[in-house]
């Protein structure tokens, strides 16, 4: 099959390489500009995803995203079942405008990747993990006021990455 080559495991191989970003950089400037991550979980053969904000670090190599919620919910239970997740994250979207219908098309910059959920349990973890969220959605650190009461309603959990790509399309000039 002529597919089988698009996917290798421990690596991702993109079609249009054309459009793969490739610069460590680039990509974590994405990262840093978008808001939304939508994380994709499985369970029982069953595709589930969800849109959340989100924060992240990158130190040593090492992409974490962070996300908080309800400590109940569908996607919780299935995160409790199966921690294996991938995620998608997308910014700069603007529709091209053809002539043709076939033309048209989308520019857009977005990563893709793959990795593992954990739960965080201790209350510095949780407070870590809220601080890097708050800090990338309004760009506040180390945040004060955190309860004891509150930290106790707000899951916080985490996403080690494996493996990450980008792509991007540019607007036409």
Known sequence: MK??????PGR??????????????????????????????SENDTAYIVPLNYGYSFEKNILTLF????????KIDIIKNNNKACFEIECDTKLIVAEKACDYGYAYKSIIGFGKIYFLEHLAEKIDGLNKIMKHQVEKE????????GLDQVLVFKMIVDKFTGKQKEFPA
């Open 67 to 74: 996300f908080h919620s309800a400590p109940e919910g569908k």
């Open 142 to 149: 180390n945040i004060q006021g955190f309860t004891n009461g």
């Open 12 to 41: 991702l191989i993109m079609r249009r390489q054309d459009r793969e970003i490739t610069d460590i950089n680039a990509k974590l400037n994405i990262i840093k500009k978008c808001k939304v991550c939508r994380i994709g979980l």
């Open 3 to 8: 597919n089988q080559r698009l996917y290798k």
